[in-house]
């Protein structure tokens, strides 16, 4: 059976590190409309998990999901990524059928 979000080593060191500074809060995974292809993710500290949120464990990381976001985000994988360019988390989620011409936002 397919996992519900795959969290790399990478992003996991990287969502324990943010987890300091925010002592009592949680991060939560949620597909909110934006962008000109109408759908983005929104990675954020809450202070409590909603009723029917799922909660994912790997490498030491938990981050809820959101329940409405749940079937959007099925098998993706969560990435924290560096380079010369900048730094930040990456989402490949085999379900999107295609991203705006920036990559901010994507469709189903």
Same mark, same amino acid.
């Given at each position: %059976?397919?996992?519900?979000?795959?969290?790399?080593?990478?992003?996991?060191?990287?969502?324990? $590190?943010?987890?300091? #500074?925010?002592?009592?809060?949680?991060?939560?995974?949620?597909?909110?409309? #934006?962008?000109? #292809?109408?759908?983005?993710?929104?990675?954020?500290?809450?202070?409590?998990?909603?009723?029917? *949120?799922?909660?994912?464990?790997?490498?030491?990381? $938990?981050?809820?999901? *959101?329940?409405? #976001?749940?079937?959007?985000?099925?098998? %993706?994988?969560?990435?924290?990524?560096? *380079?010369?360019?900048?730094?930040?988390?990456?989402?490949?989620?085999?379900?999107?059928?295609?991203?705006?011409?920036?990559?901010?936002?994507?469709? %189903?």
């Amino acid at each position: %059976m397919a996992k519900i979000l795959n969290i790399t080593p990478a992003a996991a060191e990287r969502i324990k $590190e943010l987890a300091v #500074s925010h002592v009592g809060q949680r991060l939560r995974l949620s597909v909110v409309k #934006s962008g000109c #292809s109408g759908n983005g993710y929104d990675l954020s500290f809450v202070e409590d998990a909603g009723p029917v *949120d799922e909660k994912v464990c790997e490498h030491g990381a $938990e981050v809820l999901v *959101d329940s409405k #976001s749940l079937l959007m985000v099925f098998g %993706m994988t969560i990435d924290w990524k560096e *380079d010369r360019f900048g730094r930040q988390f990456t989402f490949e989620n085999p379900l999107e059928a295609g991203r705006c011409g920036c990559g901010a936002s994507f469709h %189903m």
